[in-house]
């Protein structure tokens, strides 16, 4: 279990928890909250105090944001110990070894240069 505290504006990065299941219980303030399905489905709902959200094993996060609400606090729990995190960029822009930047480019149908650049702000 974690506690996590959303300043105005706030936001945790898109990420994923490989090996859990989420679930989050708001204590203070309104979150927005949502996740990816296998089907490119956005599910989002905004969450206030009193309410869970819960987010299925390895689907991305595309949020938690704090979105002009004000501070939220919400507390997390996971059924593994051993949840793992992997934050998306991070995973695409900042890999050891790198992922070629064509291979990116591709993926995200822009150029080389636009990868190159997003590859920067990484290092």
Request: hydrophobic share 45%.
């Amino acid at each position: 279990m974690a506690r996590i505290d959303y300043s105005p504006g706030g936001q945790n990065l898109p990420h994923t928890h490989p090996r859990a299941t989420e679930i989050i219980y708001v204590t203070h303030g309104v979150l927005e909250v949502g996740f990816i399905t296998t089907a490119n489905k956005l599910f989002a709902k905004t969450v206030t105090v009193g309410e869970v959200f819960v987010f299925p094993l390895a689907r991305a996060r595309a949020l938690p944001a704090e979105r002009g609400h004000g501070p939220t606090s919400v507390i997390a729990a996971f059924n593994s110990q051993l949840q793992g995190t992997q934050v998306i960029a991070n995973t695409l822009f900042a890999a050891t070894p790198p992922v070629p930047s064509d291979v990116l480019a591709k993926a995200f149908r822009v150029g080389n240069e636009d990868i190159d650049a997003v590859k920067a702000k990484f290092k």
